[in-house]
């Protein structure tokens, strides 16, 4: 379409020349050319002479200087006439004000904007960007995706003269109960009544009109399963109804459509809560900061640890005309809903005293908050109590728009990008993702003020505003599968705000490359609750400083995962013990609720734009990449050490992250012998990785040193030209070592059965979705009790840190 981009073209340097040199057959052609070797060799002298022998003063022009440092480091080496980085920081931490968050965020939600069907909000953000004097432009991408046509839920009796058993018509059947499926418009809140606002439905859900007996499943988490399996649950057949929590919807879906389930129910229960709730007293939206009974969590239920992006184009870019595969391998094929609680409750109710019970499955069950609704969560199923349930949605391929906004830098070959998704479930969104696009408009702002005064970046900054990340980070899957090449090559890092602010508590993940610069930067925002408290507190002082381990649900995965781009994602979206309950992919996730409960005063969007900002402009401006390779051998190691006590413990995963446990706990009794063997070279392998990691981790120690040596000595002002210009090169050298060390943990083929995902390091719990695993190979062999292919993981493994030596040889 019109204004797609091609970032990653290439010019040859330099025009080829043939082989072998034809002997000369003019005369003046020879002559020609001593007098231009004469002339060059001059030249070069005269340049060596100024650079290296001639002290203080030199006779050599500014501009040649600057012409030769801008060849070796495409950068002003003689940085004396550029902005001081404080001085920026200055003004990223003056500039970004409540009013403008606040005008941003009312915009974004004052209609509804789901994936591919508002381009006005497209062109409203192009047009901002241009206004900052940021050229920008639109992408647009054909992506196959789902929109809702109608539902139906309903609660049914089996009439006793009706045929018992799998096949039951509408004439045996009696009504009990019908839900609403609909999230009632609130007078307080305005765009909660809006007539075009989006029903509740799930992304990629399959069509759908099943009508069968039904049962509890906690979670539906993996363990949630086996555990039903273990007491011999037959799910088979059955429609599975659980609550929201703990693994991405998506995969409840895929774990129960492979059980043999024909259908998915998913609500939110207020147990969920934490103390937050109306049972504790406190009144529910829009009321108090409660939950409101209707609230009801759209979103996405494609596959995402196995492939994000369009599931018709998997690892390749959405452009008109590109060959589509069957997307079933990512997408469920039974039907699944979302429900509030108050539609839950009937259903809940009806299954009291059938079937097992919580205190029958164990420690992970049963702390539902509805008892005093009178559930008693049991599992069922109900003999003769069916559920109804249809879903009809329309698939299509239709266009998504990206924008993308480029600050070109002097460097030409390192960029630093930043991106936040501008789709929404709901008219509102206020929270997810239009707080992180009001923080982006914020900083581009800001940006735009700078350039103003003649600013331009050591680095080249790409600013994205992505389409499509609700249903599977489309458009930013799709962009990065189109602009692999360029980002191979050029991209430092990826810094993503998704939702900016909806508490006052900072959530980050990160890869450890980046975690001073995150540090930094949070050091140097005040905390505006402090603020207001009159005290001195900066996010930093507040922050309990936890960077966990980078997973999925946002748009880093393609950078991180896919392309070993060293990505961060932060929030103020942590749970704040007296904070109210995000209404989370709901209608009321709006402007209105934001303004009472979610961040009144739009302090922490600001706040998380000068964050923001400040990571930017640190990766952009410091003449040494800010990154930290020792954090990450580091962090490498623990990696290995959690690996090997699950080996030697065996202990089970955490509550949240239960892959195998069924092939965990049970040993397969045939080849114990063999087992053995292998367990014990495994053993063996995982002590020469660990080796090799303490290697890695000595090399980044040193080069770490070396690079702060460098920035160091850059900054003295009585260095000899010669001296600068040496250190530039090696500046030079640091930096684009720097910008390899990501890449040197792909591994080209992929994870096991999940091909896309190229990072042996980082990758989403395969039954967990958000949550990041750790060398996902390695970790999820282990959990499988497969010794060879545990064995061929810690030799990819191994390979890939021995290359990252290298990188930093
Ligand atoms: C797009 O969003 C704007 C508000 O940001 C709204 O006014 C407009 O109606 C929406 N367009 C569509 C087609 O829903
Ligand atoms: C669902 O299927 C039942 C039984 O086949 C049928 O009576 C009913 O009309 C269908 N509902 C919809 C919405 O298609
Ligand atoms: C489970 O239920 C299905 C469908 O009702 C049935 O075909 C199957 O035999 C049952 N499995 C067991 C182990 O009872
Ligand atoms: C759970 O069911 C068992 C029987 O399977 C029963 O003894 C127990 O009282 C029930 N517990 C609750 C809390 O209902
Ligand atoms: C706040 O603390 C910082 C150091 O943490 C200090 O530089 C600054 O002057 C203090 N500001 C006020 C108003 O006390
Ligand atoms: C880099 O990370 C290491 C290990 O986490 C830490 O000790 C060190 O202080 C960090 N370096 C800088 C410059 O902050
Ligand atoms: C790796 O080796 C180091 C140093 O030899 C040792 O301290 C550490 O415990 C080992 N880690 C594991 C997980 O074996
Ligand atoms: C173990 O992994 C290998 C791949 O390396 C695979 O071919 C094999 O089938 C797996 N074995 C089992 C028992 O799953």
């Known amino acids: 379409m019109g204004g797609r981009s091609k970032l990653s073209e290439r010019r040859p340097l330099l025009p080829r020349v043939p082989v072998s040199d034809p002997a000369p057959r003019y005369p003046h052609a020879r002559r020609f050319r001593a007098v231009v070797s004469t002339v060059l060799a001059v030249v070069l002298v005269f340049i060596l002479a100024q650079l290296f022998l001639v002290p203080g003063p030199t006779y050599l022009p500014q501009s040649v200087a600057t012409t030769f440092a801008e060849w070796v480091f495409g950068y002003e080496w003689s940085s004396e006439n550029r902005t001081p980085l404080e001085e920026l920081e200055n003004v990223m931490l003056s500039t970004p004000d409540e009013e403008h968050a606040k005008a941003w965020t009312q915009y974004y939600t004052s209609g509804p904007h789901l994936a591919g069907k508002n381009l006005s909000q497209a062109l409203y953000t192009k047009d901002r960007f241009e206004e900052f004097g940021i050229p920008a432009e639109i992408v647009t991408y054909e992506i196959y995706t789902n929109y809702p046509l109608s539902h139906r839920l309903a609660l049914l009796k089996v009439c006793e003269d009706g045929s018992s058993g799998a096949s039951v018509s509408d004439n045996d059947l009696e009504l009990l109960f019908e839900a609403s499926l609909t999230e009632p418009a609130l007078e307080e809140d305005p765009t909660s009544g809006l007539d075009n606002r989006i029903p509740t439905f799930h992304g990629y859900s399959a069509n759908g009109n099943v009508t069968s007996e039904y049962i509890w499943a906690n979670y539906g988490t993996h363990r949630d399963y086996d555990d039903l399996l273990r007491k011999d649950v037959n799910i088979t057949g059955k429609v599975v109804l659980c609550r929201y929590g703990k693994i991405f919807r998506g995969l409840k879906v895929k774990r129960a459509q492979e059980l043999g389930a024909i259908g998915v129910l998913i609500y939110s229960d207020p147990g969920d809560d934490g103390d937050m709730t109306e049972l504790n007293g406190h009144e529910a939206y829009p009321k108090g900061p409660a939950r409101n009974r209707y609230s009801v969590q759209r979103g996405s239920?494609?596959?995402?640890?196995?492939?994000?992006?369009?599931?018709?184009?998997?690892?390749?870019?959405?452009?008109?005309?590109?060959p589509r595969d069957d997307p079933q391998r990512y997408i469920p094929s039974i039907p699944s809903l979302p429900i509030s609680y108050d539609d839950a409750l009937p259903l809940l109710k009806a299954l009291n005293g059938q079937g097992l019970n919580a205190s029958d499955l164990g420690g992970n069950w049963g702390t539902g908050g509805l008892y005093h609704e009178g559930v008693k969560y049991n599992v069922g199923p109900a003999p003769g109590i069916v559920v109804n349930m249809v879903n009809e949605v329309e698939y299509d391929i239709v266009p998504q728009w990206d924008v993308i906004a480029r600050i070109e830098g002097y460097i030409k070959d390192e960029t630093v990008l930043v991106g936040n998704h501008r789709d929404a479930w709901v008219a509102g969104g206020a929270g997810d993702?239009?707080?992180?696009?009001?923080?982006?408009?914020?900083?581009?702002?800001?940006?735009?003020?700078?350039?103003?005064s003649g600013w331009k970046p050591a680095r080249t900054i790409i600013l994205a505003s992505w389409d499509g990340e609700e249903y599977g980070l489309l458009g930013s899957t799709e962009w990065v599968e189109d602009n692999a090449h360029y980002l191979k090559k050029n991209a430092l890092a990826y810094i993503n705000v998704d939702m900016a602010a909806r508490s006052h508590v900072l959530k980050t993940s990160a890869n450890p490359l980046l975690n001073d610069v995150l540090h930094g930067a949070t050091s140097k925002v005040p905390d505006p609750d402090s603020v207001a408290k009159g005290e001195n507190k900066s996010i930093h002082d507040v922050w309990d400083k936890r960077i966990a381990t980078i997973g999925s649900g946002s748009d880093y995965t393609a950078f991180q995962d896919f392309m070993g781009i060293p990505s961060l994602d932060m929030s103020f979206g942590g749970q704040d013990k007296n904070g109210p309950v995000y209404h989370y992919h709901s209608n009321y996730d709006s402007f209105h609720w934001m303004e009472k409960f979610g961040d009144p005063g739009f302090h922490y969007h600001t706040a998380m734009a000068k964050i923001w900002g400040l990571i930017t402009l640190n990766l952009a401006e410091n003449i040494i990449v800010p990154f930290n390779a020792t954090a990450y051998a580091h962090a490498l190691n623990s990696y290995l050490a959690r690996i090997v006590s699950l080996l030697e413990n065996g202990d089970q995963p955490g509550d949240e992250d239960p892959p195998h446990p069924m092939k965990f706990s049970h040993n397969?009794?045939?080849d114990h012998g063999h087992d053995h063997d292998h367990k014990k070279h495994l053993h063996h392998r995982l002590k020469h990785l660990n080796q090799t990691i303490q290697g890695l981790i000595h090399k980044a120690t040193h080069f770490d040193k070396h690079a702060a040596y460098i920035r160091t000595e850059l900054h003295r002002s009585d260095l000899p030209k010669w001296k600068k210009l040496l250190l530039i090169l090696k500046a030079r050298r640091v930096n684009q070592q720097y910008k390899n060390l990501?890449?040197?943990f792909l591994f080209h083929e992929g994870l096991d059965g999940r091909e896309l995902f190229k990072h042996v390091v980082f990758a989403p719990g395969l039954w967990t979705g958000y949550s990041g695993d750790t060398f996902p190979g390695l970790v999820e062999s282990v959990q499988d009790r497969n010794w060879t292919n545990a064995i061929r993981w810690s030799r990819i493994i191994e390979g890939s840190v021995h290359r990252a030596i290298a990188v930093l040889h």
């Open 668 to 670: 397969h009794g045939h």
């Open 301 to 322: 239920v494609q596959f995402l640890s196995f492939a994000p992006g369009d599931p018709t184009t998997p690892g390749r870019p959405s452009l008109p005309g590109a």
């Open 433 to 452: 993702p239009n707080s992180g696009s009001s923080a982006l408009l914020e900083m581009a702002r800001t940006f735009g003020k700078m350039l103003a």
């Open 742 to 744: 990501d890449r040197a």
